[in-house]
């Protein structure tokens, strides 16, 4: 198991930047895939970025070329570099670990953090 805390969050205004800190309770380093997804208001949750055990990385379209997912294993915590953030990004920001238990994969999830793009 694992417990993942998101940090970093808030209020931003257009064209700006923020970095979200996801904490694991636990080494990352065998944990098969993190990554972070979102949800607007009215929305389902989706993905934003992931990055697997083996360091290849995956981008929602919307996000490619603004957002960068990163890891510290040394810290136990995986980040979302955001750029040029507008005003369709605002979403509460979830962490995501996904860990193979025996014959199983089972996902973990932080409680999120609040993003607000707005002028």
């Known amino acids: 198991q694992v417990q993942l805390v998101e940090s970093g969050g808030g209020l931003v205004q257009p064209g700006g930047s923020l970095r979200l800190s996801c904490a694991a309770s636990r080494s990352i380093v065998g944990i098969n895939a993190m990554g972070w997804y979102r949800q607007a208001p009215g929305k389902e949750r989706a993905l934003v970025a992931t990055m697997t055990i083996g360091g290849l990385t995956n981008y929602a379209d919307s996000v490619k070329g603004r957002f960068s997912i990163s890891r510290d294993n040394a810290e136990n915590t995986v980040y979302l570099q955001m750029n040029s953030l507008k005003p369709e990004d605002t979403a509460v920001y979830y962490c995501?670990?996904?860990?193979?238990?025996?014959?199983?994969?089972?996902?973990?999830w932080g409680k999120g953090t609040l993003v607000t793009v707005s002028s």
């Open positions: 995501n670990a996904k860990l193979l238990e025996g014959a199983a994969y089972n996902a973990y």
